[in-house]
């Protein structure tokens, strides 16, 4: 059985519904996109512009650029609440607060997709 219009518009506000003279063919076009999906794409955008930046792999008080800090810019962009914890490390080279990809999967609300023997993807 087929929905009525009135029906398949209160449940679906966003999508544009076409209906033929015969009132026999539906035509369904979503046009809506999630505020959600619109962020990632900007996200994946700001991302993709820094491409051939130099690497540069400096605690978070000297001008840094690597694959976290990479993320962790883009994401903040766009959520400016996103704040993944730094942690401070001492070793030959190496002194301050770096941000390392275990402080996204420790940040609330974080979904992990794919784990393989305690490795985090």
Not at 7 to 26: H, M
Not at 73 to 97: L, T, V
Not at 99 to 115: C, E, H, N, S
């Amino acid at each position: 059985m087929m929905a009525n219009l009135p029906q398949i518009r209160s449940l679906f506000p966003n999508l544009n519904i076409f209906e033929s003279k015969a009132g026999t063919e539906r035509c369904y076009n979503s046009t809506y996109v999630s505020e959600s999906a619109k962020k990632k794409h900007k996200i994946a955008a700001f991302i993709l512009n820094r491409r051939g930046r130099p690497f540069i792999l400096s605690s978070q008080d000297e001008p840094h650029l690597y694959c976290t800090t990479l993320l962790s810019d883009a994401i903040a962009q766009f959520h400016p609440s996103f704040k993944p914890k730094w942690n401070y490390i001492s070793a030959p080279f190496f002194k301050g607060e770096y941000l390392f990809p275990q402080a996204f999967v420790d940040y609330p609300d974080t979904k992990v997709i794919y784990r393989v023997n305690n490795l985090i993807m």
